[in-house]
């Protein structure tokens, strides 16, 4: 029953779980898994709980009857509400029965609820119905549940306030609850969803305002079917929506026509552009490759070319079969001795030879004589 005070977990595994406690006439009073006792107060109704989460801690919290997983445990003042930070880890907050998975516990407020980091499920706990007793089922996140008594109604606790900045966080709600906000026929409270986190919600209608130049909707469809793309909790049944973090990857053509960017929800499956195109170049892939689905912080690929090869005359050359190469023009390349008399052919020119040395004979006796007459 006490006040849950200051709790840090920075590292480590922990596993917690609330205990029961007997109430006033029988009505069973529980604590949260992390967080709060029963019924805890003080002389003036006021008190503070304080739960820090970060690291890489690995962390299990189940609420007992009417408590949160991580939070507060079953009501006894109104005003009682957690201040839950979470920065890193794998946190996983189970309420118990009317209780919030992180948050409220029955009859109380969400409190203030920061998530900026790590890997976050969170499942209200489920409501009872009795002839003497009902309690409603709790939220994923944010307030506790009431119940009802006869004619005697324990309103339930609002949705506090959740701020969700980045991670990967799963929020589901008891059917009579939302999954972020408040239990039934309660304030919802107020939401936010910035930054880099993905927030995947069975009841999308309990999602305030979102904005929209950051992130998108999807609806998932069955768990089922998307256990493996997005990590939605196998013993989660029914379907799936999301609010996720918009990315783009951008395609640099490197001097082809321009690829317009792709732009969509982070782990959607992507399809490819069709390829660009340059003259005198073979396409030959994107580097990076083109992922299936979409990254968390988009991506930037770049075309890869091959250059044709061509001869001067943009025709093919020619093999080396022993076949006659061609010359630019594409005709046989003649042999530049062909006007050499071929063997047998060379009469005439013998008897010009002879001609032309009986003549020089002739002239140098010629010239001897004159010169013995002198």
Same mark, same amino acid.
């Given at each position: 029953?006490?006040?849950?005070?200051?709790?840090?977990?920075?590292?480590?595994?922990?596993?917690?779980?609330? #205990?029961?406690?007997?109430?006033?006439?029988?009505?069973?009073?529980?604590?949260?898994?992390?967080?709060?006792?029963?019924?805890?107060?003080?002389? $003036?109704?006021?008190?503070?709980?304080?739960?820090?989460?970060?690291?890489?801690?690995?962390?299990?919290?189940?609420?007992?009857?009417?408590?949160?997983?991580?939070?507060?445990?079953?009501? /006894? *003042?109104?005003?009682?509400?957690?201040?839950?930070?979470?920065?890193?880890?794998?946190?996983?907050?189970?309420?118990?029965?009317?209780?919030?998975?992180?948050?409220?516990?029955?009859?109380?407020?969400?409190?203030?609820?920061?998530?900026?980091?790590?890997?976050? =499920?969170?499942?209200?706990?489920?409501?009872?119905?009795?002839?003497?007793?009902?309690?409603?089922?709790?939220?994923?996140?944010?307030?506790?549940?009431?119940?009802?008594?006869?004619?005697?109604?324990?309103? #339930?606790?609002?949705?506090?306030?959740?701020?969700?900045?980045?991670?990967?966080?799963?929020?589901?709600? $008891?059917?009579?609850?939302?999954?972020?906000?408040?239990?039934?026929?309660?304030?919802?409270?107020?939401?936010? @969803?910035?930054?880099?986190?993905?927030?995947?919600?069975?009841?999308? !209608?309990?999602?305030?305002?979102?904005?929209?130049?950051?992130?998108?909707?999807?609806? @998932?469809?069955?768990?089922?079917?998307?256990?493996?793309?997005?990590?939605?909790?196998?013993? %989660?049944?029914?379907?799936?929506? /999301?609010?996720?973090?918009? #990315?783009?990857? #951008?395609? $640099?053509?490197?001097?082809? !026509?321009?690829?317009?960017?792709?732009?969509?929800?982070?782990?959607?499956?992507?399809?490819?552009?069709?390829?660009?195109?340059?003259?005198?170049?073979?396409?030959?892939? %994107?580097?990076?490759? @083109?992922?299936?689905?979409?990254?968390?912080?988009?991506?930037?690929?770049?075309?890869?070319?091959?250059?044709?090869? =061509?001869?001067? =005359?943009?025709?093919?050359?020619?093999?080396?079969?022993?076949?006659?190469?061609?010359?630019?023009?594409?005709?046989?390349?003649?042999?530049?001795? *062909?006007?050499?008399?071929?063997?047998?052919?060379?009469?005439?020119?013998?008897?010009?030879?002879?001609?032309?040395?009986?003549?020089?004979?002739?002239?140098?006796?010629?010239?001897? %004589?004159?010169?013995?007459?002198?």
């Amino acid at each position: 029953m006490g006040v849950g005070g200051v709790i840090t977990i920075s590292g480590g595994v922990v596993n917690a779980t609330g #205990s029961d406690y007997p109430g006033i006439g029988g009505f069973t009073m529980g604590g949260a898994g992390i967080g709060s006792g029963a019924g805890a107060h003080d002389n $003036d109704g006021e008190y503070e709980t304080t739960i820090t989460i970060s690291g890489t801690s690995t962390v299990t919290a189940t609420g007992a009857f009417g408590s949160a997983g991580i939070g507060t445990g079953t009501g /006894a *003042e109104s005003n009682h509400s957690a201040t839950i930070t979470i920065d890193g880890g794998t946190v996983t907050g189970i309420g118990g029965v009317g209780g919030a998975g992180i948050g409220g516990g029955l009859m109380l407020d969400g409190g203030t609820i920061t998530i900026k980091n790590g890997t976050v =499920t969170a499942t209200g706990g489920e409501g009872i119905s009795g002839e003497e007793l009902t309690i409603f089922g709790g939220t994923g996140i944010g307030g506790g549940s009431g119940a009802s008594m006869g004619d005697f109604t324990i309103p #339930s606790g609002s949705g506090g306030t959740a701020n969700i900045s980045g991670g990967l966080v799963f929020a589901k709600g $008891d059917d009579s609850a939302k999954d972020i906000g408040g239990a039934l026929e309660c304030s919802g409270g107020s939401l936010a @969803i910035s930054g880099t986190a993905a927030v995947f919600l069975r009841n999308d !209608s309990s999602v305030e305002p979102v904005d929209t130049t950051t992130h998108t909707h999807k609806n @998932i469809g069955n768990h089922v079917a998307n256990t493996t793309a997005f990590g939605i909790p196998v013993s %989660w049944d029914g379907n799936f929506g /999301a609010w996720l973090v918009l #990315s783009t990857i #951008s395609f $640099d053509s490197a001097g082809g !026509s321009a690829v317009a960017g792709i732009t969509q929800g982070q782990g959607t499956v992507i399809t490819p552009p069709a390829d660009p195109t340059r003259e005198g170049y073979t396409f030959n892939g %994107w580097m990076p490759a @083109i992922p299936t689905a979409m990254p968390l912080n988009g991506l930037v690929v770049k075309a890869q070319w091959t250059k044709n090869a =061509t001869n001067p =005359t943009g025709t093919a050359a020619t093999n080396p079969t022993g076949t006659a190469a061609t010359n630019p023009t594409g005709t046989v390349a003649s042999d530049s001795r *062909e006007d050499i008399p071929k063997t047998g052919e060379n009469a005439p020119y013998l008897h010009v030879g002879i001609t032309l040395i009986l003549l020089a004979a002739g002239l140098s006796i010629l010239w001897k %004589w004159n010169k013995v007459k002198q």
